[in-house]
């Protein structure tokens, strides 16, 4: 670790959900092959939507051109036939109680709806954990846009710059960068240097060791 790394204050977390902290890509895969073969399109692996989730530059939905706003509803159809297939990752709850036995603000930023998020992060007995949820709504702008990173910040009353981002894709580390928090990247989806490349200041192959780097950091 870099020492102007080691030197950086941590006044809250932000936590991406989808690949960060739970596996909820069932939900996902099924609602967006459902839809494209509902809509003539070849099926996708879930490898590649893992990928196209990750990178947040256009919305999955953006496939499907002049089809967009109707494949939108068909995909949240059959996502929520699927809400709660979902199961926590490897040393997720072990982190999130970390945080919260030191009193550390923690929220999560992700671009799913808001709504949907509450409900599966209820479901997993989890929104405890968190102060804030800053879920995709009218009038926000998807990673990699700075947009809902500030916006927790600004819930949370801390400047970014204080602030940790944990994601798994190149949209969270982008979208950290440009709003000024401190980008730690999950290496799965993307390689360690697809991750740097997007702005990673430190990479990680799970949650126990991201427990690992906060367990240094914070007392």
Excluded at 189 to 211: I, K, Q, Y
């Amino acid at each position: 670790m870099s020492a102007s790394l080691a030197a950086i204050p941590i006044r809250a977390v932000l936590l991406d959900m989808d690949g960060t902290l739970v596996d909820a890509f069932a939900p996902i895969v099924y609602a967006l092959n459902r839809t494209l073969r509902d809509f003539g399109r070849a099926l996708m692996s879930e490898r590649d939507i893992k990928r196209h989730t990750g990178r947040g530059e256009c919305s999955m939905i953006s496939l499907f051109g002049a089809e967009r706003e109707e494949a939108a509803r068909h995909f949240l159809r059959f996502h929520d036939e699927k809400l709660y297939d979902i199961s926590p990752l490897p040393g997720a709850e072990a982190m999130l109680r970390f945080l919260q036995g030191r009193q550390l603000p923690s929220a999560i930023v992700t671009s799913k709806s808001q709504q949907r998020a509450e409900l599966q992060l209820q479901h997993l007995g989890w929104r405890h954990y968190f102060a804030c949820v800053v879920g995709l709504e009218e009038g926000r702008r998807q990673k990699p846009d700075p947009h809902t990173i500030q916006l927790a910040c600004a819930e949370l009353d801390v400047p970014p710059e204080t602030a940790v981002m944990i994601g798994d894709g190149t949209a969270d580390m982008k979208a950290a960068r440009r709003a000024g928090a401190l980008p730690l990247g999950l290496v799965g989806h993307f390689s360690a240097a697809e991750m740097r490349d997007a702005g990673a200041a430190a990479c990680f192959t799970d949650l126990h060791e991201v427990l690992a780097w906060l367990r240094e950091r914070i007392h």
